[in-house]
């Protein structure tokens, strides 16, 4: 007699499959808010280093490229490497210094070179890494993650203003509209249509802007359908150990960050994430960062807005970024779409930009929820930190006087704060013994591959969708 089958087990939300109706509309999300990021870290780096404009778009179709393939691998994972967690990869604003200086006096062979060497590194180390959370407890990693939101707020505005010093009324009030807009779907639309509200005030800003004259498509038609990308492009890489010193202290920072902003998505989708999660998680941002300097593009990080995407939509599947990791490979293959991107106007992406760099900050401030506020010596920390990281913020000049290699991680709020938080816990508390079980690390084991059961249930894809289940439901 034939025994009657049971119904399949269900996946939870971070390794559910969203139908292709819906999987396409909310990847293009993670892929227009990385956008912006990816294109102005080459961009300034080609032009710091006096490149031809042919060339800084070769990098830009590289980092896009790069970026893309570093996130599926961190999301989708292979073997032990990537944290299978909805994680978006990209080049960092820590390493545009570094990488300036070095081309201007080593040329952009020894940029890639050095960069190549810092990613080897990154690989290498990252399991020693892994075991250093125990140094990260809630006051620290709460702290480094609302720094690196709030100081991401900042390029928001840039984005809105562009060049001008004066903003005009128009682009000012459009940048405003837009987050009105995010707000607005998220309260009052269908959950379906909710999910989306990041793609909708984009859409809806775009429109607007096109009576105001702000959306320049002149670039689109000048674009060539298809360009590949080369390895080697700038030559063969060149090794000089005084360009690699200045990148390793930059990876040294990524991999904080990359800690922090992993441990931030493991809490927002209910997964508590251990030594082995950070550690593969480590390994990819190596392993990316290495095929990076060999494709002609710079440092993979794990991208902080992600957090506030993930966060704000509460679609937590994996392949949803996985798909947006594809999409990001094509744009950079395919020079035409990335411009057709890239047309989207400044002050729409530096709108819907603040919701998800504050976002960010929200997370941070919510961990933080899970440290002894009522000690003066944790108020300290975090006082302390914030201060240290918004001062270049006010003053960019504030270390000019420093040695290089200093004044990569002074100017750099984010590494700053990061790095005054570790030193003032070890400090004023000591040398923990057990690794924290909060913030998203667990004392025990890696858990990464099994929902955690401290937080709530996280409002799933499914439940947003209503009681069919289609638009953000699963494949079975």
Known sequence: MRRRRGPAPERDA????????????????????????LLTVPLLIGTGIGLSPDRIAALISANLFVSGLATVLQSAG???????????MGSTFTGIGPAILVGQWAGPAAVFGATMAAGALTFLAAPCFGRLLRFFPPVVTGTVIGIIGLSLVPSAGKMIAGDAETVPLAPALLALATVVCVVLVERFAPPSVGRLAVLVALAAGTAAAFPLGLVDLSGVGAADTFGPVVPFAFGPPEFALAAVVPFVIVQLVNMVETTGDTLAVGSVVGRRVGPDGIARALRADGLATLFSGVFNSFTMVTHSANVGMVNLTKVYSRWVVAFSGLLMAVLGLMPVLGALVAALPGPVLGGVGMVMFAMVGSVGIRILRDADLSDQRTLL?????FGVALLPLGAPGLYGAFPDALR????????????????????????PRDTPGTAGADDAADTADTPSDAPATPETPESRSG???????QER
């Open 381 to 385: 920390i975090i006082a302390v930190s």
């Open 467 to 473: 009681p069919s289940g289609e638009e953000g439901g």
């Open 408 to 431: 990569t991680v002074m100017e750099s709020g984010i590494a700053a704060g990061a790095i005054t938080a570790f030193l003032l816990n070890l400090l004023l508390f000591g040398v």
């Open 78 to 88: 292979v073997l032990n490497v990537g944290v299978r967690l909805p994680v978006v």
């Open 14 to 37: 971070v390794d559910a499959v969203p139908r292709l109706r819906a999987l396409v509309p909310l990847g293009v999300q993670h892929v227009l808010v990385a956008y912006s990021g």
